[in-house]
């Protein structure tokens, strides 16, 4: 898994400059590395987790972007044979929202403080959001305010195997402190963008 993969995804486009990438790193130092997962925290500590094919979750950080610690694999919570990967958010106060999937696509939420990253279990309030969840996503605005959509899968009848119910969207503002969710109306950004993954 390479640094330069990484970046690309979060970084916004910005018009060609005489300033040269610098050479790509292999966090992972193997071959069978996926699902990575970058999240920035308060202090400008660069976090990376990824899905390593035979020794599960792995992780790594940095705190300039080219020095990096050992991958070392954890016990996570997340579930190796999801696809969708975890999702991890940090706020400006020291704190980094973790939310995955389960097997049975239970959407879980749990948050850490910067120095507890890489120790799951030293990590918060891990709890469960909803079930039968086809996917998710999270964005945060200016103010630190947790923005939640997500997508249930319908519900099938146990004799016919027809639908009970359609595919529902949903869309929470989630007041991060004690993640209370209020489900608000309207067809906001985060729900669309969802919709053109499926």
Not at 17 to 42: C, F, K, M, Y
Not at 130 to 139: G, K, M, R, S
Not at 143 to 162: A, C, D, F
């Amino acid at each position: 898994m390479l640094t330069g993969a990484l970046f690309g995804f979060i970084s916004r486009s910005h018009a060609q400059t005489v300033q040269e990438w610098s050479e790509p790193i292999n966090l992972s130092r193997s071959g069978v590395a996926s699902q990575p997962s970058l999240v920035v925290d308060s202090q400008g500590v660069l976090h990376v987790f990824w899905l390593d094919r035979f020794e599960g979750y792995k992780y790594v950080e940095s705190a300039d972007g080219v020095t990096w610690s050992a991958p070392v694999a954890l016990q996570f919570p997340f579930s190796v044979k999801q696809t969708v990967q975890p999702v991890f958010v940090a706020d400006p106060k020291g704190m980094v929202h973790i939310f995955w999937l389960s097997e049975k696509n239970e959407l879980f939420y749990s948050q850490a403080s910067d120095e507890n990253l890489d120790t799951p279990a030293a990590w918060l309030s891990r709890s469960t959001l909803d079930n039968a969840v086809l996917d998710f996503d999270i964005n945060m605005d200016a103010q630190g305010r947790l923005h939640l959509g997500y997508i249930k899968n319908p519900v099938l009848t146990s004799s016919s195997g027809e639908n009970i119910s359609p595919f529902k969207l949903r869309y929470c503002r989630c007041l991060h402190r004690y993640l209370s969710m209020a489900e608000e109306t309207g067809f906001p950004n985060l729900l669309t963008s969802l919709l053109l993954r499926h």
